[in-house]
């Protein structure tokens, strides 16, 4: 039976359908929603402007699973609800008015249930890194083959930055240096150990992974598919610096490209930039699968499923 997996972010709610009928997960259907639910947070509460937005939006996600027979929809929140005061109000309100039930998982978790997304795809051995950035947070998680040595949730998420520091459409000199001096400290107060290993490779997956990696294909010419894409630092600070320009050709590549991401794809990258100087990463391939799919797994799991 086909089933849906909302998957509710500080900056997107995303809905894709799973066929697992078969030997591998399947999408067949997706979904896509910019909310940009840290936008409505007041004095840590998500106010009534964002719990209407998020309501709505989660409505029309059930009503498409209702029209198209799917019976079975599993809901999880990330650093969008785990970081409000007010969260069991949203998830009651939204339970009352959706049908629909929230479940929000911890940062490890998050990191978790990536890295499970990324093994299934990629099969991965040996010693990396999982990198995750989304709006609200980064989670990041290092492991050996199929242990885990090591994970965190970094508040460093590329709406969360741009909302924080950024005062303009661009980031300036002055506040790139200040999200600089913000990601040193959550690495020095959370995860001291992400600057004491040896080089690793890193997969990235989420929208600003994916953003670079439509960026550089478009700056190259390249026709690589995005899920399996390989890049180098410098490719990606050539990405970065090309569209730190800001000249015609840079917005042009904005405007056609990812419209939605204008004001968040440069404090994006350059914290990830930042990241991979502190976790001494040395190459990175891009995935479109993630904590999505980890989540799916997790679900076909607990229900005794398998594939």
Same mark, same amino acid.
């Given at each position: 039976m086909p089933t849906a997996i909302i998957d509710i972010g500080s900056n997107s709610i995303r809905m894709f359908v799973y066929d697992t009928s078969g030997k591998k997960l399947k999408r067949i259907f997706k979904q896509k929603e910019y909310a940009e639910l840290i936008r409505y947070i007041d004095d840590g509460k998500l106010n009534k402007k964002g719990i209407k937005k998020l309501t709505g939006t989660l409505k029309t996600f059930k009503l498409i699973c209702d029209l198209i027979s799917i019976k079975e929809i599993n809901c999880f929140a990330t650093a969008s609800l785990r970081k409000i005061s007010n969260s069991q109000e949203v998830l009651s309100t939204v339970k009352r008015r959706a049908g629909i039930d929230i479940n929000i998982i911890s940062g490890k978790e998050e990191a978790e249930l990536g890295y499970d997304g990324l093994n299934y795809a990629f099969g991965l051995e040996g010693s990396g890194m999982a990198m995750d950035m989304g709006?609200? #947070?980064?989670?990041?998680?290092?492991?050996?083959? *199929?242990?885990?040595?090591?994970? =965190? #949730?970094l508040d460093v998420g590329s709406l969360a930055l741009f909302q924080q520091y950024i005062f303009g459409l661009f980031p300036t000199d002055e506040e790139i240096e200040t999200i600089r001096e913000h990601i040193k400290n959550e690495v020095l107060s959370q995860a001291v150990w992400l600057s004491e290993?040896?080089?690793?490779?890193?997969?990235?997956?989420?929208?600003?992974a994916r953003a670079i990696a439509r960026l550089h294909r478009?700056?190259? !010419?390249?026709?690589?598919?995005?899920?399996?894409?390989?890049?180098?630092?410098?490719?990606?600070?050539? =990405?970065?610096?090309? @569209?730190?320009? +800001?000249?015609?050709?840079?917005?042009?590549?904005?405007t056609e490209i990812m419209p939605e991401r204008i004001h968040i794809i440069l404090p994006?990258?350059?914290?990830?930039?930042?990241?991979? !100087? @502190?976790?001494? @990463?040395?190459? @990175?391939?891009?995935?479109?699968?993630? =904590? +999505? *799919?980890?989540?799916?797994?997790?679900?076909? +799991?607990?229900?005794?499923l398998t594939i």
């Open positions: 709006g609200g #947070s980064t989670e990041l998680l290092l492991y050996n083959g *199929e242990n885990i040595l090591n994970a =965190v #949730s290993g040896a080089p690793v490779s890193a997969h990235l997956s989420g929208g600003t478009a700056i190259i !010419k390249g026709t690589t598919d995005i899920h399996g894409y390989n890049m180098s630092i410098a490719d990606i600070q050539m =990405v970065y610096d090309t @569209i730190n320009k +800001r000249d015609n050709y840079a917005i042009t590549l904005l994006g990258m350059f914290a990830y930039l930042e990241l991979f !100087k @502190i976790c001494n @990463i040395s190459d @990175i391939t891009i995935s479109d699968y993630g =904590v +999505r *799919e980890g989540y799916m797994l997790k679900c076909m +799991r607990t229900n005794t």
